[in-house]
């Protein structure tokens, strides 16, 4: 009658010094990078060049818009950089005009002043009358306004070449605000060909005819490679559980294989932190409920593993390598009996 209980006794400790090394959990799903594909011009979608669930890769074609008003605006934007380019060489050329009539204009006040020198001393000796004088005066004053006038224009044109007469027309800066209109035309020309992200599976493709928004997704392409295990555990279990140890994965769609994977990282936060409305409650009916913490595992495949898809339920046993000790029961058992106080997990 003794034996009895003492065989469970026993076996109850050996159990349960043995089972403290692996801890398990089945709130575990696969994931994967997921990209929502969303246009950067607005018009109607005129060819889907991908079928549902069709695999692509990085850079493939997936749609196009109606590009017409795109390349009507790029044709316009190239008429209004040759219009800017040619201004700028008039400019030049002006400039260049100015200086030779400038000294046209120096040429004649020289002439000015000899003729008004030559006149005012005959005006002295009396020999002509003092018409011609006021006439010979008025050449002079005439010649230098000009001078005067042309230096303002000059520095008008110089003004309008940024101030360098020799500067280079594709550096002139209404060259480069046409060039930068040209190149956003050019470049929302080619954002009308919409192109797979990343490499993986397309799905939920747009129909033709849809009128895509700027910013709004139409359609999303999913990983099928470099997926991983997000595994929520209890906090209570995650006292030694630490990156770089071994798991097992079950997957549900599979349950007659198992992978093998490593423990990658612990989120900072438990998953409660990520929620719209978290649950703290600073309220008198506060009632503890323990916490789960996203684990991330990386799940090893080996060739000829059947295909593993974002979403699916799984599995995850995390080897700690921890084993009990009979002082960690006899601690266990004084806490369960309230002899002892609260310890600190060991660690």
Known sequence: MWSLPVLVAIAGIAFWLTAGRHVGTDNAYIKG??????????????????????????????????????????????????????????????????????????????????????????????????????????????ARQRIAMLNEELMRLEAALAGNPKIHTDEHPRVKQSQAARDEAALNLRRTRVEAPIDGIAARKPTVGTHAAPGTAVMTVVADEGLWIEANFKETDLTRVRPGQTAIVHID???????????????????????????????????????????????????????????????????????????????????????????????
Request: hydrophobic share 40%; no cysteine; net charge positive.
């Open 33 to 142: 990078d997921r990209v929502m594909v969303a246009p950067e011009v607005a018009g109607a979608i005129i060819e889907v060049l991908v079928q549902e669930n069709q695999r692509v890769t990085r850079g493939q074609l997936l749609f196009r818009i109606q590009d017409e008003p795109f390349r009507l605006a790029l044709a316009r934007a190239d008429s209004e950089l040759e219009t800017v380019r040619a201004d700028v060489r008039g400019l030049r050329a002006g400039y260049r005009q100015k200086r030779e009539e400038i000294k046209a204009a120096k040429s004649q006040e020289t002439f000015a002043v000899a003729d008004f020198d030559r006149q005012n001393e005959l005006a002295q000796r009396k020999v002509v009358s003092s018409q011609r004088l006021d006439e010979s005066r008025r050449d002079l004053d005439l």
């Open 253 to 347: 769609t599979y349950p007659d294989r198992a992978w093998r994977g490593t423990v990658v990282s612990i989120a900072q936060a438990t998953g409660a932190e990520f929620a719209v409305l978290p649950p703290q409650n600073a309220s008198g009916n506060w009632v503890k409920v323990v916490q789960r913490i996203p684990v991330r595992v990386e799940v090893r495949r080996e060739p000829g593993d059947p295909p593993l898809r974002v979403g699916m339920s799984a599995l995850v046993e995390i080897d700690t390598g921890h084993v009990r000790s009979l002082g960690e029961l006899t601690t266990a058992m004084a806490r369960a009996l309230g002899l002892g106080g609260p310890t600190a997990a060991p660690r």
